[in-house]
């Protein structure tokens, strides 16, 4: 498994603007797919975005289609989410995770987990 932390979370407007960061140790990071996924408030765990360690395509769902980005940079060792746009319904944990040569975004497969960093969005 990977150790991985998260940064970058925070108050923001919304329409406003934040970028996480997530860095891996302890493992070749290339092979893993990251995700990224969201928990708020009395609701269930939730995906967000992904990038496939073998092609870098990535997934969204849709409430992150054309505001959201997901990126990776295997020499870092480290995957971001741009997150543009934001309204009150994005507030959540935003957790990072990972897991080897899988190529879907189910949650029960993500081995690795970071300890996630909370974003509010105010109206």
């Known amino acids: 498994q990977v150790q991985l932390v998260e940064s970058g979370g925070g108050l923001v407007q919304a329409g406003g603007s934040l970028r996480l960061s997530c860095a891996a140790s302890g493992r070749t990071f290339s092979g893993y797919t990251m995700g990224w996924f969201r928990r708020a408030p009395g609701k269930e765990r939730e995906f967000v975005a992904a990038i496939l360690w073998s092609t870098s395509s990535t997934y969204y769902a849709d409430s992150a289609k054309g505001r959201f980005t997901i990126s990776r940079d295997n020499a870092e060792n480290t995957v971001t989410l741009q997150m543009n746009s934001l309204r009150p319904e994005d507030t959540a944990v935003y957790y990072c995770?990972?897991?080897?040569?899988?190529?879907?975004?189910?949650?029960?497969?993500?081995?690795?987990w970071g300890q996630g960093t909370q974003v509010t969005v105010s109206s």
């Open positions: 995770a990972a897991v080897p040569y899988y190529t879907g975004t189910d949650s029960r497969y993500f081995e690795s």
